[in-house]
């Protein structure tokens, strides 16, 4: 396919977004004026009015929490949980069928790098509330572009140009629009966002302890009418280091009132800021064991929370599965690629190490006599077929077939066609049949069978003579 050539700002009817400074290569206005999100200094008095904003009824606003959710977001624990909730469907093969059979057409649109982006902002609108993406084609390829959350109003259906207004245009005016949530929802982030505020701001005052009761303080004195004294006495403060310093008269004293238990007191912070990131867990992974450990957790305990995870990320999946089967699929067939009568869906896998495929396989070869292709072996297990395979192959097969002649001969399974026998007076000791009953219809041995030990030690043997002549009055 070709490579995509063509801005989407430069197309008519795109929701294009930017400062209010032209970008290089623009040829038309924004749609949507970004401003700079407001990050740090965020309060539970600020959550609350956030939230109270969002939730109006007759004028509702949302760049406020938006803009706290961007905050919150660089908070690493909400992150990682976070990372590891959308890798959980990102990991995950998709495909396209029709009639059982791979469409492969979508499936190379499935492969590209836009899909991948949009799987993942799928899986956002859980976090943020909704997502809204507007499609476009560029050749055979396609593409989107996600419409900034703080710009558009999920409930009046409108996309704002200043993420203050309280009018806008009716986003059903643009063409190929992807909404994907609830109107009202406002996230799991929503739910999220007590618990970092409560967690940074704990993290400070522990910071702040850790100053005060974890350093010394160095104490100068001086004589109180001694100028001379007193400035040398600040001088070695300043030289000294960082530490706290308390300069003053031999008339005067510092009295430190310290905690009655410091380590208790730094064992607050530390609970309540572990309390949070277990709420923080719970809310996205359904567990805390699979983030963090614990003195009271077992292996039997964290595979239950394991499996508790696995059923979020099915969820997730199926998610994305419904969104793409019955929303998405008109959008795409407007791109020009046909999705009647097919589906989106998760090729089944089994996870297995490679000990047990090697033992199922064992299992279905021995026990119920089936089969196995020896190029799913080799690409299963990652094993280079070797040179002249097929040849290998041929000499190995000839190799089994006569060393089972050779052990159902010496078992009595296969009658001698030679020698002695009842039922043929005939063939015995006929030399044309072979020499001591050997059997001339047996296949002729490689070189490389001749060279066995079991070969060689047969050589080392002479053959005992079947007609001498000898009358012994048997």
């Known amino acids: 396919m070709s490579k995509r050539k063509r801005n989407p700002g430069d197309r008519p009817g795109m929701i294009t977004s930017g400062g209010n400074m032209p970008r290089p290569g623009q040829s038309r206005p924004n749609v949507i004026t970004l401003t700079q999100p407001r990050r740090f200094g965020i309060d539970i008095a600020d959550y609350m009015a956030a939230i109270r904003s969002?939730?109006?009824?007759?004028?509702?606003?949302?760049?406020?929490?938006?803009?706290?959710?961007?905050?919150?977001?660089?908070?690493?624990?909400?992150?990682?949980?976070?990372?590891?909730?959308?890798?959980?469907?990102?990991?995950?093969d998709i495909e396209f069928r029709r009639d059982g059979k791979p469409d492969d057409r979508m499936n190379e649109q499935i492969r590209s790098?836009?899909?991948?982006?949009?799987?993942?902002?799928?899986?956002?609108?859980?976090?943020?509330?909704?997502?809204?993406?507007?499609?476009?084609?560029?050749?055979?390829?396609?593409?989107?572009?996600l419409v900034p959350r703080k710009h558009a109003d999920p409930v009046r259906r409108i996309i704002l140009r200043h993420q203050t207004d309280i009018t806008g245009i009716a986003w059903d005016e643009y063409p190929d629009l992807l909404f994907v949530g609830r109107p009202d929802d406002l996230g799991l982030l929503a739910k999220a966002a007590p618990w970092v505020i409560y967690k940074r701001n704990t993290t400070g005052d522990w910071s702040q302890f850790s100053e005060i009761f974890g350093m010394p303080i160095q104490e100068?004195?001086?004589?109180?009418?001694?100028?001379?004294?007193?400035?040398?006495?600040?001088?070695?403060?300043?030289n000294v280091g960082s530490l706290a310093t308390f300069v003053h008269g031999k008339d005067t004293s510092l009295n430190l009132i310290e905690a009655g238990?410091?380590?208790?007191?730094?064992?607050?912070?530390?609970?309540?800021?572990?309390?949070?990131?277990?709420?923080?867990?719970?809310?996205?992974?359904?567990?805390?064991?699979?983030?963090?450990?614990?003195?009271?957790?077992?292996?039997?305990?964290?595979?239950?929370?394991?499996?508790?995870?696995?059923?979020i990320a099915r969820a997730d999946r199926l998610y994305v599965l419904d969104v793409l089967n019955y929303e998405a699929a008109e959008i795409f067939a407007?791109?020009?690629?046909?999705?009647?009568?097919?589906?989106?869906?998760?090729?089944?896998?089994?996870?297995?190490?490679?000990?047990?495929?090697?033992?199922?396989?064992?299992?279905?070869?021995?026990?119920?006599?089936?089969?196995?292709?020896?190029?799913?072996?080799?690409?299963?297990?990652?094993?280079?077929?070797?040179?002249?395979?097929?040849r290998i192959k041929r000499e190995e097969e000839?190799?089994?077939?006569?060393?089972?002649?050779?052990?159902?001969?010496?078992?009595?399974?296969?009658?001698?066609?030679?020698?002695?026998?009842?039922?043929?007076?005939?063939?015995?000791?006929?030399?044309?049949?072979?020499?001591?009953?050997?059997?001339?219809?047996?296949?002729?041995?490689?070189?490389?069978?001749?060279?066995?030990?079991?070969?060689?030690?047969?050589?080392?043997?002479?053959r005992a003579p079947w007609d001498t002549g000898a009358d012994l009055g048997w």
């Open 261 to 311: 238990n410091k380590t208790g007191s730094a064992d607050v912070y530390e609970r309540l800021c572990e309390r949070c990131n277990n709420e923080i867990s719970k809310l996205f992974l359904g567990n805390t064991l699979t983030t963090e450990s614990s003195d009271n957790g077992t292996q039997a305990l964290g595979t239950v929370h394991k499996k508790g995870e696995d059923a």
């Open 113 to 145: 790098p836009w899909f991948s982006r949009l799987v993942s902002d799928i899986i956002d609108a859980r976090f943020w509330g909704f997502t809204l993406c507007q499609f476009f084609k560029d050749g055979e390829w396609i593409d989107y572009t």
């Open 220 to 238: 100068y004195t001086y004589d109180t009418d001694d100028d001379g004294s007193r400035e040398r006495a600040i001088s070695d403060a300043a």
């Open 398 to 462: 000839e190799r089994r077939t006569l060393e089972t002649e050779v052990a159902k001969r010496k078992a009595g399974q296969i009658p001698q066609k030679d020698g002695d026998t009842d039922d043929d007076p005939d063939k015995d000791n006929n030399p044309e049949n072979g020499e001591n009953g050997d059997n001339k219809d047996l296949p002729e041995p490689t070189e490389k069978q001749k060279k066995t030990f079991k070969n060689w030690l047969k050589s080392f043997f002479v």
């Open 334 to 390: 407007r791109m020009g690629i046909d999705t009647a009568g097919g589906e989106f869906c998760y090729p089944e896998k089994r996870d297995l190490d490679p000990t047990s495929k090697i033992n199922i396989l064992t299992q279905l070869r021995n026990g119920f006599n089936l089969p196995v292709d020896d190029d799913y072996l080799y690409e299963e297990f990652g094993v280079s077929k070797p040179a002249g395979y097929e």
């Open 54 to 92: 969002a939730e109006n009824v007759d004028l509702p606003s949302r760049y406020r929490l938006y803009d706290m959710y961007s905050d919150i977001l660089m908070d690493s624990h909400l992150s990682c949980v976070i990372e590891k909730r959308r890798n959980a469907v990102l990991c995950s």
